[in-house]
């Protein structure tokens, strides 16, 4: 357990210093700063790595069953899915958005994150793990296309005026947001599905029927639908751009209520902590 607990510090601590990092970078305007940046960005993911496993050995329950244990692996997520695309397309900037909002979702974790869960029954098997592990995953991916929905609009919005901001010439081009939008929406619909289709087997298991109208699973849903258009306008109509960028931002805001603003509104049957 201790050896938990420092792995856990140390990767707070690297997401930290990456975070302040690509800041310095944006006010300094060095992208030497940037790169240092995401190679202890990288170094956090390592040690989160290291926490994730050895918090899976100690529970023996998996890595994603409780609330915290749920940000941190999101966390942890959207970290590793960025790492790959920076590789792909070189979009360091991009950093400046992941590694604070990693370094908030640990921060979280820490204010709950205990030594041992005592998980409820309802909670145990196969199916509760599959779904959290897919539906998470994919929320990540869902993470990073609004990410770069959002610099594609910045930056869309400062080529068009003809008056670049500030920082406008060290944001990744117009290109390859639209590809990590595109990529990180294709493939983060797919884990999403796959972790709602877990769930609802879940649920059928123990409540006797897939959907009971709660809160939380219409939001969901709604969430779905919406990514299900998106889709479905990408690879049919061939939407690229603004439209994509822009609703890639309206599905994750519905989805950011489904996960934490429903428990504030609504009373749910997924409130099992």
């Keep these: 357990m201790i050896m938990e607990t420092w792995l856990f510090k140390a990767a707070l601590f690297a997401y930290l210093v990456s975070t302040a990092g690509y800041l310095v970078s944006l006010l300094v305007r060095r992208v030497s700063v940037a790169?240092?940046?995401?190679?202890v960005l990288f170094a956090a993911f390592a040690i989160h790595t290291l926490f994730i496993i050895g918090r899976w050995r100690l529970s023996g329950q998996g890595p994603v069953i409780t609330l915290y244990e749920s940000l941190s692996f999101l966390a942890w997520a959207v970290s590793g899915g960025y790492l790959v695309f920076q590789t792909m397309t070189k979009t360091r900037v991009l950093g400046a958005f992941?590694?604070?909002?990693?370094?908030?979702?640990?921060?979280?974790?820490?204010?709950?994150?205990?030594?041992?869960?005592?998980?409820?029954?309802?909670?145990?098997?196969?199916w509760v793990p599959a779904h959290v592990f897919f539906t998470l995953t994919g929320e990540a991916l869902l993470v990073l296309a609004c990410l770069a929905g959002t610099m594609y609009l910045l930056q869309d919005h400062a080529l068009r005026r003809k008056t670049a901001f500030r920082f406008s010439r060290y944001l990744p081009?117009?290109?390859?947001?639209?590809?990590?939008?595109?990529?990180?929406?294709?493939?983060?619909?797919?884990?999403?599905?796959?972790?709602?289709?877990?769930g609802a087997v879940w649920a059928g298991a123990v409540w006797g029927r897939p959907?009971?109208?709660d809160p939380k699973q219409v939001f969901t849903l709604l969430a779905w639908v919406l990514y299900v258009i998106l889709v479905h306008q990408r690879l049919a109509i061939g939407w690229k751009g603004r439209k994509a960028a822009f609703l890639s931002i309206l599905a994750f805001a519905v989805l950011l209520f489904s996960l934490a603003g429903v428990h504030a509104f609504f009373t749910t049957v997924h409130d099992f902590f």
């Design 173 to 198: 081009s117009l290109r390859d947001l639209d590809r990590i939008n595109h990529l990180s929406l294709l493939w983060g619909f797919v884990f999403f599905t796959v972790g709602i289709i877990a």
């Design 98 to 126: 992941v590694a604070p909002f990693s370094f908030l979702l640990m921060m979280a974790t820490s204010l709950g994150l205990t030594g041992e869960n005592v998980v409820p029954d309802i909670l145990r098997g196969y």
């Design 211 to 213: 959907w009971q109208w």
């Design 35 to 39: 790169r240092i940046s995401t190679w």
